[in-house]
């Protein structure tokens, strides 16, 4: 059992993460943005009461000081909870200020979220109305005529996300070719996914190859959502056999549903802003605090929460302004 307040309590973890990172916007420093954000975070894990192992982090144990795969985090003192972490995803949308980084944390009960291989990641995410109505093996028009008719309009006004790459170069024209509109984004295809799934937000779906761990990450969001992620892991060095294998993975052609993905019962996720976006606003500093914004989700009870956070100065002269 998942207690209560362990939600607020990661809340505050990936404030930290999120308050560090900004700090470093348009440094150009990509590496020493994740450097701050991951230190952040783990630090501040440290507090949290729980038995906690890191299921998906920063990498492999030899490759990653923090936040390692198999790393013990919180207390030891509490539930055992498996967590995914990317203490910034969108390390380049830092470094330039671009808009969509985000500081983000999944958590479950032992099991509850798939150990995916740190490769890449085909992706469709789409949200709630759409939910079981297309199939990433399907050709690309039939599943944006699928989503269309879910959501009630035409395939032309539909917006898809894809990340701006050169493998992307078919998916972008058999969208055009289909009619639907396109928004390349440079990095952050969790953002995006996590968007999709909020109507309102003006975008419908991300289709392309992105990180497996994002993927996962995404799925736990979706299941808080009521969206919908369907992967297939992608192989595109020699070293990525090796990994699924030591993954217990052999079966390159499945296709991970949502709840293969993060199957557990009792699903968390919590998001900050880190520069601005769509659902977040990004960390803002000013003279007596800073303020943040996040997107903090439960599947028990089933509960998605805003939080904007003003973390005051102590002092008893600082003005709160709304
Ligand atoms: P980082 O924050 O680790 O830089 O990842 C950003 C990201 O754009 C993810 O959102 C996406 O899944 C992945 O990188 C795509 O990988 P690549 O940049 O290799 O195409």
Redesign the pocket.
Known sequence: MIPADLPLEFVRVVERAAIEAARTMGRGD?KGSDHVAVEAMRHEMETVDIDGTIVIGEGERDEAPMLYIGEKVGTGSGPGVDIAV?P?????LCATGAAGAIAVLAAAERGGLLHAPDI?MDKLVVPGPARGQLDISAPVADNLKALARALNRDVEDLVVIV?D?PRHEQLVADIRQAGARIRLIG????SAGISVAVLGTGVHAVMGT??AP?GVLTAAAMRCLNGEIQGRLVMTRPADAERMRKMGISDLERVYRTEDLAPGKGVIFAAAGITEGPLLKAVRFFRDGIRTECLVMTTEPHQVRFIDTIHAEDNPDVVIRF
């Open positions: 990509r990317d910034l995803e969108g390390t380049n890449y990340l790459r990095d952050g295809d969790l992105g990180g994002e």
